[in-house]
Nanobody, 126 residues
Framework: EVQLVESGGGLVQAGGSLRLACVVS????????IGWFRQAPGKEREGIGC????????YIKNSVKGRFTISRDNAKNTVYLQMNSLNPEDTAVYYC???????????????????WGQGTQVTVSS
């Protein structure tokens, strides 16, 4: 059974940092591209970035580039989203998702992904 489980969310003050983790199971970790998304109340799900399974190359959306980075630990079957300089506009539920193959130009499209985690809440206070 394919599973993705996010953790690491919480309440943080503006300017602070959080590192989210996405632990994957049920498939070969290096066979799937992983994407990170977020959804704020009343808004559509927004792609943040993704990581290619074959070489670990990452793509980060311009709106968060320079503050957010994606990395992975193959030994732990885990992909991380490091978020720095957080501001209240980053408040959302954050999700990771997986698909066997996602074109980089489409990696921020939710419809490209087959499997999703349950999400983890991130709240940034001003």
């Amino acid at each position: 059974e394919v599973q993705l489980v996010e953790s690491g969310g919480g309440l943080v003050q503006a300017g602070g940092s959080l590192r989210l983790a996405c632990v994957v199971s049920g498939f070969r970790f290096d066979d799937y591209d992983i994407g990170w998304f977020r959804q704020a109340p009343g808004k559509e799900r927004e792609g943040i970035g993704c990581m290619d399974d074959s070489d670990g190359e990452t793509y980060i959306k311009n709106s968060v580039k320079g503050r957010f980075t994606i990395s992975r630990d193959n030994a732990k079957n885990t992909v991380y989203l490091q978020m720095n300089s957080l501001n209240p506009e980053d408040t959302a539920v954050y999700y990771c998702a997986a698909a066997q193959e996602v074109l980089v130009v489409r990696c921020d499209e939710p419809d490209e992904y087959d499997y999703w985690g349950q999400g983890t809440q991130v709240t940034v206070s001003s």
